[in-house]
């Protein structure tokens, strides 16, 4: 049955004929019906014209909405479409009217692009930024988030599931517990957590979650979602960034708020990647979440195994009940020369840097790594036929 199944999966992903894709992390292989979906609409642009195409499709854009809700758990009022996971932590962030004195607590392990957010904030509004203490199990310690988030002017807890630079999982069921029981903001970054593990946007207790379609929910570059919870639309957040698709010119002096988290969409929006969106969501939900997942991080932990038999390399994320995301220094050689150099040999991967993980990377002393993320649709076979070529590339380098 796995067989017939993997089979199937290789099947609607042509690629897997000639290459060797261990960069699910950056961005995955699309399935045919995902392409599909996108040239179909582009053709129909091309047919009849941009506007006229959208309102062909509005019944499908609209079911997109649902498609993406059933992922995590939700319904589809609480779904916008953004163009990337970083625009719809912006348009979250963008809720909140800072100000000098005000607390946002945060991990060691979040996003570059967060950090760089938080950052301009302390400078710019005077904003004190938080950066909770990681616990044994090298995750955000959750007493220390609740030590710092019951600070009467803490605003906003927000907290990256899963970093792009290793296989680190954190607690964000329990940090949303936390934020439950203070009365403060929650905004989980789940950009690789999509399509890797089943989501329950209600069992986290957050009032925001942002992801990408390119990761492991196998979608198209250039389009995301922001899940906006009930509780955040009745409270009437909404961004700073509002247009026309979020509010309703009432009044010369007024604007009404649409009673939806599109409130959080800008106007134009690329339909053909949002239908593609869609299907990666459909897709993913007949693949079925718990077996995309176990797989990838089976396959992982492989890796890290293989991998760590290397004399010179050093796997930087062995820990238990790691994700798909697989990070290994290789001694003297430049992770980045090793990516150029697995490429031509039909193999893809990508690198991680410490400038994009100061604290974790920091602590480390490693300035690089080759980063590798396996997925569901990879085989045996390919895993472990991967660390003899990258042996053998470095061996040139």
């Known amino acids: ?100 004195g005000d607390r946002i607590v945060t991990s060691q392990a979040d996003y570059v692009s967060h950090q760089l957010a938080f950052l301009a904030l302390a400078q710019r509004r005077g904003v004190e930024v938080c950066h909770a203490a990681d616990g044994p199990d090298g995750s955000v310690d959750p007493a220390d988030v609740y030590a710092l988030a019951s600070h009467p002017r803490c605003r906003l807890v927000s907290i990256c599931w899963m970093p792009t630079n290793s296989g680190l999982v ?37 009032d925001f979650l942002a992801a990408t379609a390119r990761k492991f929910l196998r979608g198209p570059r250039g389009i995301g979602f922001l899940y906006v919870s009930d509780r955040a639309l009745a409270q009437g957040l909404y961004p700073s960034t509002i247009d026309m698709n979020g509010a309703s010119w009432s009044a010369t002096d007024a604007f009404e708020l649409v009673d939806s988290a599109r409130r959080f969409e800008q106007w134009e929006l690329p339909h053909a990647l949002v239908l593609g969106l869609g299907e990666a969501a459909e897709y993913a939900m007949r693949v079925g979440l718990d077996t995309a997942g176990t ?55 990508s690198a991680t840097f410490r400038g994009w993980a100061r604290y974790h990377m920091g602590r480390q002393g490693v300035e690089a790594a080759l980063r590798i ?20 590339v470095t061996r040139t380098l």
């Open 1 to 100: 049955m796995e067989s017939t199944l993997l089979n199937a999966w290789r099947r609607d992903t042509p690629a897997c004929a000639h290459r060797l894709h261990l960069n699910n992390a950056g961005a995955a292989l699309m399935p045919r019906a995902v392409v599909d979906a996108m040239t179909g609409h582009l053709a129909l642009e091309q047919e009849i014209g941009g506007y006229e195409a959208a309102d062909q499709a509005a019944d499908r854009i609209s079911d997109v909405y649902r498609r993406v809700a059933a992922l995590i758990g939700a319904q589809a009022r609480n779904i916008a479409i953004v163009q990337h996971a970083t625009m719809a932590f912006t348009q979250a962030m963008a809720a909140f009217d800072f100000n000098p």
């Open 373 to 392: 993320s396996p997925h569901y649709y990879n085989s045996e076979d390919e895993i472990d036929r991967f660390v003899p070529a990258l042996y053998d």
């Open 170 to 206: 954190q607690d964000v069921r329990r940090v949303g517990e936390i934020c439950q029981e203070l009365g403060v903001p929650y905004l989980v970054d789940a950009c690789q957590a999509v399509g890797q593990l089943p989501i329950d946007v209600a069992a986290l207790h957050c």
């Open 295 to 349: 797989r990838a991080r089976m396959f992982a932990g492989r890796l890290r195994t293989q991998l760590a038999s290397i004399a010179g390399w050093r796997v930087l994320d062995d820990r238990p009940h790691a994700s798909a995301i697989v990070a290994v220094a290789l001694g003297t050689v430049d992770p980045r020369a090793a990516v150029e150099a697995l490429r031509r040999e039909r193999i893809n991967t």
